[in-house]
């Protein structure tokens, strides 16, 4: 099935057209099977838990504020995002409130933060295409005019912060929200981090290119 998408940003990278697609929610869901790999492949986890998070995927298109973006090259996927409105009905708010009240919070700052933010459920890139660019891309076109006064989102725990997503995230404006918190189900510390918006350098919206390719 060849990938038909919204028109969306395109630049050359290793000699080859890689676009970023901004997704339907129905687009979304064919695509969740296909973009759930990339997640299993870049998180680390087992293929076994593949149906249960497709199906996790789909059922969160209709969360207000809902975006979808995925770098393609081709009829190949390498990347995905998305994210919407943060709520308290949401299990991820949940748990991070569960993290500021063991950590001795929420602070003044922390309660306002909590109460208007967008959420950055994922955002993965195959393996085999990171350090490219492509996390860089998603996440600022993701994050273009997204509703909320800030962006959070969590990313696994790494010494020193030495990986790319740590560095992207410091370099694109994020800061520490909470710093080794385990979520339930998952062993591994977490760090969850925010970011104003609009991002800097993002009041307009990113170059685009829908000619045909």
Do not use: C
């Not at 890689?18 to 099977?33: D, K």
């Not at 748990?95 to 919070?105: D, M």
């Not at 994922?122 to 993701?142: F, T």
């Not at 912060?161 to 694109?172: D, H, P, Q, V, W």
């Amino acid at each position: 099935m060849a990938l038909a998408y919204q028109a969306g940003s395109s630049w050359f990278s290793g000699g080859v057209t890689v676009e970023i697609r901004r997704l339907t929610g129905p687009e979304f869901s064919v695509l969740a099977p296909r973009l759930v790999d990339i997640y299993i492949q870049a998180m680390g986890y087992d293929a076994s838990i593949h149906h249960r998070r497709t199906e996790s995927w789909r059922r969160e298109v209709v969360q207000p504020g809902f975006t979808a973006l995925a770098a393609v090259e081709g009829d190949r996927a390498l990347g995905v995002a998305y994210g919407y409105l943060g709520s308290q009905d949401l299990w991820w708010d949940r748990q991070v409130r569960r993290g500021l009240r063991e950590a001795g919070g929420p602070t003044t700052e922390q309660v306002l933060l909590m109460r208007d933010y967008f959420e950055v459920a994922e955002i993965h890139v195959a393996p085999d295409s990171q350090g490219q660019g492509l996390g860089r891309n998603l996440l600022s076109q993701l994050l273009w005019n997204a509703p909320g006064r800030h962006a959070l989102l969590s990313t696994p725990e790494v010494e020193h912060e030495a990986n790319n997503a740590f560095g992207l995230y410091r370099s694109m404006g994020f800061h520490d929200v909470l710093r080794h918190f385990t979520f339930d189900g998952d062993a591994r510390p977490f760090a969850v981090l925010a970011a104003p918006l609009p991002l800097p350098g993002m009041v307009e919206k990113p170059a685009t290119d829908s000619s045909p390719r």
